[in-house]
């Protein structure tokens, strides 16, 4: 069973950058498809971005395409959100999911492991 430890949450100005991180325990990490998901007070968990095992393949959701890019280092069992041009709307806690492989997947129950979060609040 993997286990998933989100960080590099915080506070940021809009127009800022933060990169999130997030480490898997899994030895066989690149059995996983990884995903990112947020969600904001009062609202639903919503999908950010997903990438396939090798890292060969990537999804967005339309809100944060142009600005948020997933990546994934699979030596070192970790996946990535570089995010920029931050915006207030992007204020929510931000978590890491994962499943076993598929594809484009944007659902929260498409995911079985979860990480506990990591906050990131963009000022205006």
């Known amino acids: 069973q993997v286990q998933l430890v989100e960080s590099g949450g915080g506070l940021v100005q809009a127009g800022g950058s933060l990169r999130l991180s997030c480490a898997a325990s899994?030895?066989?990490?690149?059995?996983?498809?990884m995903g990112w998901f947020r969600q904001a007070p009062g609202k639903e968990r919503e999908f950010v971005a997903t990438?396939?095992?090798?890292?060969?393949?990537?999804y967005y959701a339309d809100s944060v395409k142009g600005r948020f890019t997933i990546s994934r280092d699979n030596a070192k069992k970790t996946v990535y959100l570089q995010m920029s041009s931050l915006k207030p709307e992007d204020t929510a806690v931000y978590y890491c999911?994962?499943?076993?492989?598929?594809?484009?997947?944007?659902?929260?129950?498409?995911?079985?492991?979860w990480g506990q979060g990591t906050q990131v609040t963009v000022s205006s």
């Open positions: 990438i396939s095992w090798s890292g060969g393949a990537t």
């Open positions: 999911a994962a499943r076993i492989r598929g594809l484009r997947r944007v659902g929260v129950n498409d995911y079985g492991y």
């Open positions: 899994e030895r066989t990490f690149t059995n996983y498809t």
